[in-house]
Structure formats: structure tokens, C-alpha cells
């Protein structure tokens, strides 16, 4: 029978061999030696049918559990509004390449320039790119970033309050690319402006970046920060949670060089972890060092307004091992997605987005220490996000949650619990989290 | 396609808004968050209704050209046809709405994709183990250097830090060793972007870190010395690493496990059919040889001994973490559901076919455009310009006259080894009849070469805008939208 996607029928594989001169389409890999053309059974299922597929993937995505998510920790469940995804879908944008032939892309080079707009709206920066892979690898794109922007300096200072996974990936491109990296120390829960000032005291410093959310969730007060990094002509960078910044001061106001995070708090599904996509945005001054593809407008032969993939001598193919990073592509498609959910939201969406989002984690946040089993870890300024002080077992904890439906009281330190509510979460549900915690209380399961 | 001038931002009004919230009971709204932690002003974001989105962007998207529009000739870039099934599944709300911080325990069937994923690719590759944290093939390719160095370090073999690229190769390995810390090292190819083993042979010594090939290369030639280079690599102590670019026409007929290769990426969205998105996201899953296994990046899933799946998160020997969670998940439900749909007879069809259509093309066009190397080739071939230079129409004048055809445009002015190169890759999922039509109007071309040629230099006439100044663009950059200021 034949297959779907192959057109080719007997009589046009006979037809294009002959033009070709060879007598079978073995023929067309003589040039390669025998001993490498594979001649065992792949070790793979029988052809299956469209239906086969559907039923397939139903029960391996029927074997996920459906939780009630009260965690953020990097990924949050914000509401996708539900024209994004129709239109995402739509196969001009979801089947195209890069838009290297601007003639026929003007859709994409449209949507992305849209995207840099809202991002430097966000932010309050000059510039951004047209995105990353993610938040983290943006991070450490930025921290690569920071040392080309300042020359003949090797040290990064980042600071303990950044998530964890993206201290991690920092990590790892600096441990191959060279970079000597510090660490600013945490004070109650924020990024310690004094620690701050003891390792600039040592030197060498290129870059510094510390959150503006934190992976406790507080909002982190950057106050003196910029003066003092600057002082030693290093670079301020703040990884900050775009959906905050809607409400909250931005990377730009905090006088901040460069910006970075992770786009997936703007309405894009979790997913699993991906995809999502990362933001990176700069002062003018640094334009010329950031990495990743930049759309820009121009004019075509006709005088109309058009958009092309620009300040390409900063990129890759043209650079090759002197280029500013390895990146060649962008998250285009999740960035369309993010541009399209800002536009539904607008500024008034965007505030009510964070307000309800603080409304929510504020009644849990005092509902759970209405408990008496949770104490306050830190008292200092949360927006969505907020970390408790337990003495339960926390595995135990998280365990029976999930049993119950929810996934809470994720552990982020010893003896110290994370919960996230975004405005997806009614009050029923965050009732239903507490009075399942009551529950374990009463029936004496939390010890 | 319509020409259409909207920003969103010129469609904003003040007081619309395109999404209704529920109500907000909650007291206090922002209530104790001090006036210094907030922003001034609110952001500039567009006003706009649902109504208007909906128009903006599918008027947008009308400017546009997929693989779903027409055919991609994309050379190196695996324009094939993108299933819709896939996107269905990858879509269900039990993999969508999975958080990936989540116990192990709740999210066995998002592990048990990347499980299954692997083993499906282990077939196709043979190679021993995957990774799927990298979010595209230059991230794939970092990746794999990554592991590569960690090998060497672990082994305290420390002066290892040269690696082998080929002056053919794409433009991302060199930018990739560099980002990784590696010092690259360039072999020359022959005329027809082969490697030399002469030229290889004095490069190898203990300083060598490995090299990294794409084979077939980015002539579409396949290395027919591969065996050699692999035994010379090896016996100075390097490692082979493969770029999976060019795997589509190895589908299901050769392995780069089997021609030694230690440590591989591949491109889901282009050799397993995932949408390219215009840019991403892509995935670049790493595969390597068993020895290699400890040296993944972590997270990575595993087996729970108990018929299930955990993520493993740490491991002394691992390469480090490269991205934020486990990868681009959606695109792997995608990969896994087109590697399952074709099954163990249908591959051994894909990579024949795109080297059929290949090779059908180029013998049917070589009379019109000069062929630099006349052999067999894989997926694709290269052109450097027209068989008639004389009227001095360059690749570029083709490729854009070729949007006035209704087709996408070739690469072009890549590999570096031609100065009018034009690549062709027709994908295993383009029938005669599309190809005829594409040969037909290249032809076309190369006529109106003779005939029109200032027609060509201005080409495109039908697309929604004509050639762009980039130079201006470069020069005078405007990256963001600034709104016009009204005159008083």
C-alpha cells in the first residue's frame, strides 16, 4: 500500500532513475561503501496508521496525572487566551524556515519585529533580539555577552537567588567558555548589595546578574546595585520574569545593561518544560554584541516599508568562529506566541494578569500559615510566588498533595516549601489545597 | 500574497483590550508591594480586540511562504512535509498542561516519550544513548563538543583542545567550538568539499580534541574515505563527531554509529519532519556511542528499575546542564510520532527518495546551470550559477525570480567554495510533478537570462514587497516601534 508522504509511484521512480541513468535506487548510494549500507531490521514498530498514532499517544499522554499546579519554580500556569493557538497553527507561519528570503517572510520579520518592540516596552531596554532557546541559555548568553561588551575582563558574579537551573546552565558555558564565575550570597531571602560590593572589590569583574523575581519569589530591591557595578565598569544584568514587568520595576528603571528571562510566563503552555523562549535585551550601546538573530525595518525597491534579518556581520555565518555566539535560529514560533498573547493582554490584561496572580498567592500564602503548619520564611515583598518554613516532611508532603490532585509545596531549600498561584486558580481551588493540608493534619499523616 | 502595512501597535486604541479575565474578588489589588519595587509607567502595549488580533496576524501570515505553500528547495535546511497528526498529539492537554518540575511519578508518560524517543533513534543512528536537553542543532552541536571536551578532562587529557573542521562546513561549528572553549582548526577540502586525508594526517596529534564532519558534505557528496579518517582520528586519541545536517538522505539505509562516528546531533525539524516554526523551535537531541553515556548532560530519564522512568539528575561525569529543563518536549512527541507513523519498512524509503529527487534534478537542469562536480550526489547538490555566465546574472537573480515562480528560493552563496553557489535539496515528499514544475521554471530562468536579463536583476515583480535595502537597514537600524509623534 501506499505510503502518505511519499508521492512517488513505481512508474515515477522508473521514470526519474532513468533520467538519472541508474537502474535502481540502490544504485544511488554506489558510493557508498557496502560495509556502511545497513542491511539488518531497524528495531522499530510496524507502520502505524493515523489511528494508531492517536490511540498510542492518548494513553502515554493518559499516563501523565492531570495536577492542579501551585508551583512555578521557572514555569508558570498562566491562561493561554484561545485564538493564539489557531493562529500559531496557521501553516504560512508554522511551516516557513527563517526568514533569510524577506520577500516572502514579511509575516515572520513582522511578528518578530513586534516581539523586540514589546520586549524593550517590557524591559524599558533600547534593544532586543528576536529570542532565545530559553531563560536559561539567554542567562548565559548574556553572561558571554557581558564579557565581549567590556573586554580583556574574565569574571561573572551571580547571584544565589537566580533559579537554580539557570545558576546551572551559567555554570556549564562558563566552565568550557573560560568565564571565572562568583557568587553574591543571599540575605533574607534577596540578593545581599554588601556581598555584591565585596566580590567587585576583587576585580575583573565583566558582568553581574542577579534576578528582579527571585527563585523565592520575592521581589528582589535592587536599589544601589547599578551604581555600584557600574563603578567598576562592569555590567548590570537583571533576569527578570517578563510577565511581571507589566507591574513591576523594570531592568531599565533598576539601570540595568542588559535583560534576560524566560518568555513562558506570557501564556506559553508548560508543556514539559519546553518549548518556551527566552528574551535578551541591551542598552543601544551593546547592540553590536547581541547574539542571535535581530529583525529591522527597511524600505524595499519600491520605497514601501518592509522587514529583513539585520546586523547579520555580528552572526555566524559570516563570522564563523569569531561570532559573538553559536545561536543561528530563534524560538520563532513561541515568540509569535508570545507577541500575540501581549496583544490580547495590552498594558490593562497585563496588569490585571499580575493582580489576580498576587490576589491568589496572598490568600493562600495566609491561609497556609493559618495552618500552624508553616512559618513565615522570609516577610518580604512576593508577587506570585512565595517560599514557607515547614517542619513537615517535605517529600512526604509533595507526595500526598500529588495524590490529592495538586502540585504544591515544592522543595527549594532545607526545610523550605514553594508555591506559585497565578490567575488560573480560583479560590475553590486553593480552599481544596489548604483544607487537603488540614486533612493531613488531622489525620495525623505529616509526621 | 497581499501586501499588507499594519504594525499592531497602529492598530491600538486607547481602552480596548483583547481578552476577558475573571473578576477580581481578591482585596487590595498589588496591596503591600512598595511604590520603589514597581514601574513607572504602564508598557506601550498595542489596545487592541480580539477581532483585530485575529485579522492582524492572519493578514500577516498571508505575506508568508511555508513548506505548506509550495516547494522549499531549501539546500541543507530539510524542507520536508510537516504531518498535522503530529501536531495533534503533541497538543493533548495531558502532555501540554505536564509542568516539568512535577514528581517523576506524575509525568510517566512525558518520560516515557524521551524513553521511547531514544530507543527509536538509537535504531535509526546506532548510537548508544541520547539527550534531548538541546533546543536546536547549533545547541546539539555545543552540546556534543561539550561531551567531547568533558571526555578528554575526565581523563586528565588536558592538552586536548583543538578540534578539526573542515573549510566547507557550516558556519555554526566553527562559531560552536569557539563558544565551547575549543581552538578550531581548518582542513582543507578538495574542489569537491571532501576531505583530504593528506591534508588531515599532519593536523592529528595529541593536542586534537577531535573533528567534526556532516557526511554527505555540504556538496551533498558522500565521504568516501570516511573509514580511513575515522581509524586516523581515533588511533591520535580524538573523537569523531558527526553533524546531523545531512542525515536525511542516511535515513534508513546507513548509520553514523556504523562509520565510527562517537558522538552525533541531530535535527528533529529537519530530518524527523517537525515544523521549522520561521526560526524554532527546533530540538538537537545528542546521541553517542556507550562508552560516552556518563558524559550526557543531565536531567536525563532513566529507567526506575520497576518498569517505569525517573529523571536522573546528577551524574559526577555529566557534561553540565545546557538548558533550563528537559529540552524542546513538544517537538520530541512530534519526532517520535513521525518515526512511528513511518515504521521500519517506510524509512528504509525516506532517505532513498530524497536522493532520488536529488539526483533527478540536477541531471535534469545541469545543461542550464554550471555543475561544479558531476557525480552522484545524496539530498542535495550545488550549482555555481548559470551554464552561460555571460550575461552576469548572479544566484541571487535567480533565487529571487524564482519567488515570481511561485517557489521558494534555493540557499544560495553557500558553501563558500563556489562564488555563485546555488543549493538544491528537493525532500523525499515532493512528488515528479513538483519537481517537473521546478525545473521547468529554472529553466525559465535561465532563458530569460539571455533575453531579459534586467528583468531578472529586479525580480521579484509579484511578491508582496520587492528587494529590500539592507543596507539601510544596517546602517541606520530601526529594531523596535517607536510611535510617530504628530506634528503640532
Known sequence: MAFAYFPHTEEDIRQMLGKIGASSLDELYSDVSPEFIFKGEFDLPEAMSEMDIRRRFSEMAGRNRSLTVFCGCGAYDHYSPAVIA???????????????QAEVSQGTLRYIFEYQSMITMLTGLDC???????????????????????????????????????????????????????????????TSLDGLREQLAEGDVAGVLVPSLNRYGIIEDLEGFADAVHAQKALLMVYADPSSLAVLRTPGEWGADIACGDCQSLGLPLSFGGPYAGYLACRQEFVRKLPGRIAGQTVDMDGRR????????????????????????????????????????GPEGMREVNSLSYGGAHYLHDRLLGTGLFDEAFARPFLKEFVLKTGLPVKKLQQTLCDNGFFAALEVGEGLVSFCVTEKRTKEEIDALVSCVEAMKQHGNLT | ??????????????????????????????????????????????????????????????????????????????????????????????????????????????????????????AITGMAEFTFAPCAGAHGELTGLMIMRKYHISRNDLRRTKVIVPDSAHGTNPASAAVCGLQVVQVKSRPDGTIDVNDLKPLLDDTVAGIMMTNPNTLGLFETEISEIAELVHACGGLLYYDGANMNPLLGK?????????????????????????????????????????????????PDGKGGFRIGREGELSAGRVSGFMGNFSVMVKALAYIWTLGKENIRMAGPLSVLNANYVKESLKDNYRLPVDRLCKHEFVFDG???????????????????????????????????????????????????????????????????????????????????????????????????????
Not at chain 1, 489557531?86 to 533569510?100: D, G, K, Q, V
Request: proline share 8%; aromatic share 8%; hydrophobic share 35%.
Open chain 2, 1 to 122: 500574497m497581499k501586501y499588507y502595512d499594519k504594525l499592531i501597535f497602529e492598530l491600538s486604541k486607547e481602552g480596548r483590550q483583547g481578552c476577558s479575565l475573571p473578576a477580581n474578588g481578591w482585596p487590595g489589588d498589588l496591596g503591600d508591594i512598595p511604590q520603589n519595587l514597581r514601574r513607572q509607567n504602564r508598557p506601550a502595549l498595542p489596545q487592541v480586540s480580539e477581532p483585530d488580533v485575529v485579522r492582524h496576524y492572519t493578514c500577516l501570515s498571508g505575506m508568508n511562504f511555508g513548506v505548506d505553500n509550495g516547494f522549499y528547495p531549501l539546500g541543507s535546511c530539510t524542507m520536508k512535509y510537516n504531518p498535522r497528526i503530529n501536531e495533534q498529539v503533541a497538543s493533548l492537554p495531558g502532555f501540554s498542561s505536564a509542568h516539568p518540575l512535577q514528581p517523576d511519578s506524575s509525568v510517566q508518560g512525558c518520560l516515557q516519550v524521551y524513553h521511547e524517543l531514544a530507543r527509536a533513534l538509537s
Open chain 1, 128 to 190: 532586543a533580539n528576536a529570542s532565545m532557546y530559553d531563560g536559561a541559555t539567554a542567562a548565559a548568553e548574556a553572561m558571554m555577552m557581558s564579557l565581549a561588551c567590556t573586554r580583556k575582563k574574565r569574571r561573572v558574579l551571580l547571584s544565589m537567588t537566580l533559579l537554580p537551573q539557570v545558576i546551572e546552565v551559567a555554570e556549564t558555558y562558563a566552565g568550557y567558555h573560560g568565564v571565572e564565575l562568583g557568587y553574591v550570597p543571599e540575605d533574607n531571602g534577596g
Open chain 2, 386 to 488: 548559470l551554464a552561460d555566465a555571460s550575461s552576469g546574472i548572479t544566484a541571487l537573480d535567480v533565487a529571487k525570480r524564482l519567488l515570481d515562480y511561485g517557489f521558494h528560493a534555493p540557499t544560495i552563496y553557500f558553501p563558500l567554495l563556489f562564488h555563485q553557489s546555488i543549493m538544491i535539496e528537493p525532500a523525499e515528499t515532493e512528488s515528479k510533478e513538483t519537481l517537473d514544475g521546478f525545473i521547468e521554471a529554472m529553466r525559465q530562468i535561465a532563458q530569460e537570462a539571455a533575453s531579459d536579463p534586467q528583468m531578472l536583476r529586479s525580480a521579484p515583480h509579484n511578491t508582496p514587497v520587492r528587494r529590500p535595502d539592507e543596507t539601510l537597514a544596517a546602517t541606520r537600524p530601526v529594531l523596535r516601534y517607536v510611535p510617530e509623534v504628530p506634528d503640532e
Open chain 1, 86 to 100: 489557531p493562529l500559531i497553527s496557521r501553516a504560512e507561519f508554522l511551516t516557513a524556515y527563517t526568514p533569510y
Open chain 2, 254 to 302: 546507513v548509520r553514523p554509529g556504523d562509520m565510527g562516528f562517537d558522538i552525533m546531533h541531530l535535527n528533529l525539524h529537519k530530518t524527523f519532519s517537525t515544523p521549522h516554526g520561521g526560526g524554532g523551535p527546533g530540538s538537537g537531541p545528542v546521541g553517542v556511542r556507550a562508552s560516552l553515556a556518563e558524559y550526557l548532560p543531565c536531567p536525563r530519564v532513566l
Open chain 1, 306 to 345: 518592509s522587514f529583513v534579518l539585520t546586523l547579520q556581520a555580528r552572526e555566524q555565518h559570516i563570522r564563523r568562529e569569531k561570532a559573538t555566539s553559536n545561536i543561528c535560529s530563534n524560538q520563532s514560533l513561541m515568540a509569535l506566541y508570545v507577541t500575540i498573547y501581549l496583544s490580547l493582554m
